[in-house]
């Protein structure tokens, strides 16, 4: 599914990440790992918003830097804590990711039901508290068809509810096989209820499987 080879990433010349080989198959993968660890560097470097060297490909065809556009198109990310415009709406950053994803129709407005967005759809991003925040990360980060969804510290802030209802929706994208997950959460994992194909340890700037 993915494949990560001679992965570096710096920062001001500093290493902070090293990944010689990295095959992750199809599923639910589990990073964890201290603050500090490089669990969130990984997960904006796989997501395209980190420049890096080495080589990243998606499903052995699509690789992160030659095929920008289609490996973007493919894989979604969910920031721990997520920022925005605080002048836009909810509906305003749904609308937008939902046509640059090519969202299927119907697809927003199920979804924000899905994750209770609906109820403050029209209210500007700077008046959201870190639920709200965390709600509208995760449906942004569902939008349109991936393969492969990133989601960092998906439990943090989130109400049981929701939760529930959003590992309901994974478990029925990940049984279809029709998505793969990468997670990271400092909450116990098996509150979700999903079945984790590999864990994986993060720490000293490489990722290990964890023992």
Excluded: C
């Excluded at 909450?187 to 994986?200: C, F, P, R």
Aim: net charge neutral; proline share 4%; glycine share 10%.
């Amino acid at each position: 599914m993915l494949t990560v080879s001679n992965l570096t990433k710096a920062y001001g010349g500093r290493t902070v990440l090293t990944i010689p080989d990295l095959h992750l198959s199809p599923g639910i993968h589990y990073f964890r790992g201290g603050n500090g660890s490089g669990k969130t560097t990984f997960f904006r470097t796989v997501a395209g918003l980190l420049p890096f060297t080495g080589t990243i490909t998606l499903d052995n065809q699509y690789d992160i830097k030659r095929d920008a556009v289609a490996y973007r198109m493919r894989v979604n990310y969910a920031e721990a804590e997520p920022l925005y415009p605080d002048f836009l709406t909810a509906r305003d950053l749904a609308g937008f990711v939902g046509k640059a994803k090519r969202a299927p129709a119907g697809q927003v407005n199920t979804l924000a039901e899905l994750l209770g967005v609906d109820t403050f759809w029209t209210k500007a991003t700077g008046t959201f508290s870190s639920g709200m925040l965390k709600k509208l990360s995760l449906l942004l980060a569902l939008l349109g068809t991936p393969k492969l969804i990133l989601l960092d510290e998906p439990l943090t802030t989130l109400d049981v509810t929701t939760a529930a209802n959003l590992f309901d929706f994974i478990r029925q994208l990940t049984d279809r096989q029709e998505v793969s997950f990468l997670l990271t959460s400092h909450q116990d994992v098996s509150l979700t209820g999903l079945s984790i194909a590999n864990v994986w340890q993060v720490g000293d700037g490489v990722i290990l499987p964890a023992t």
